[in-house]
């Protein structure tokens, strides 16, 4: 059975009306709308800044999110193009739970990578970590080689540039919500 729903583009700054809230998102008069099954809701915007984003169910959050209402956001500057071989992203959330009461923790949709990720020395590679698990889990990323963690430069929080673009090792903690990316 299909349910209604609405979505939340988590870290945009647009108009209040397609900001996912039903009956609170708006103004005066003019309030979104609940999204009933069987009907859509256009959203329009324009994105401020690019960075990583994150969208997802603002309705009956922790089922629907847990279900997959949520994805990753990427805004590129004009004339950039996303490459999968050199910019990766790394969505965090949990899958239903199971009759055995626990959450699994996803990534990218998946309960454990299929595959070891090998990179190219020399290369400069993109990662944009991204939790939006619903129960309030804070995640710790990192990065290592085969002898051990790398070194990273963080770029932007949260679609905002960081003040220090310095190296340093490759080891985060990603509350729920946010959003890093790092080169």
């Given at each position: 059975a299909s349910t209604a729903t609405a979505i939340h583009w988590h870290g945009?700054?647009?108009?209040?009306?397609?900001?996912?809230?039903p009956w609170w998102s708006g103004i005066g008069e003019k309030r979104a709308p609940l999204i009933e099954?069987?009907?859509?809701?256009?959203?329009?915007?324009?994105?401020?800044?690019?960075?990583s984003f994150i969208y997802h169910a603002h309705w009956h959050d922790g089922g629907q999110l847990m279900g997959g209402v949520q994805g990753p956001m990427i805004v590129l500057a004009a004339g950039e193009t996303y490459d999968p071989e050199t910019d990766k992203y790394?969505?965090?959330?949990?899958?239903?739970p199971s009759w055995f009461g626990?959450?699994?923790?996803?990534?990218?949709?998946?309960?454990?990578?299929t595959r070891t990720m090998e990179l190219r020395v020399g290369q400069t590679y993109r990662f944009r970590?991204?939790?939006?698990?619903?129960?309030?889990?804070?995640?710790?990323?990192?990065?290592?080689?085969?002898?051990?963690?790398?070194?990273?430069?963080?770029?932007?929080?949260?679609?905002?540039?960081?003040?220090?673009?310095?190296?340093?090792t490759a080891d985060q903690h990603v509350a729920v919500g946010e959003t890093f990316d790092f080169e």
């Amino acid at each position: 059975a299909s349910t209604a729903t609405a979505i939340h583009w988590h870290g945009q700054e647009i108009e209040s009306y397609y900001d996912g809230v039903p009956w609170w998102s708006g103004i005066g008069e003019k309030r979104a709308p609940l999204i009933e099954p069987g009907h859509e809701f256009m959203a329009k915007l324009i994105p401020q800044r690019v960075g990583s984003f994150i969208y997802h169910a603002h309705w009956h959050d922790g089922g629907q999110l847990m279900g997959g209402v949520q994805g990753p956001m990427i805004v590129l500057a004009a004339g950039e193009t996303y490459d999968p071989e050199t910019d990766k992203y790394f969505i965090m959330s949990s899958a239903p739970p199971s009759w055995f009461g626990g959450a699994m923790l996803l990534m990218n949709g998946l309960p454990q990578p299929t595959r070891t990720m090998e990179l190219r020395v020399g290369q400069t590679y993109r990662f944009r970590f991204m939790n939006i698990t619903p129960v309030g889990d804070t995640l710790h990323m990192g990065l290592t080689g085969q002898s051990g963690p790398v070194q990273w430069r963080p770029l932007l929080k949260d679609g905002a540039e960081t003040p220090n673009h310095d190296l340093r090792t490759a080891d985060q903690h990603v509350a729920v919500g946010e959003t890093f990316d790092f080169e």
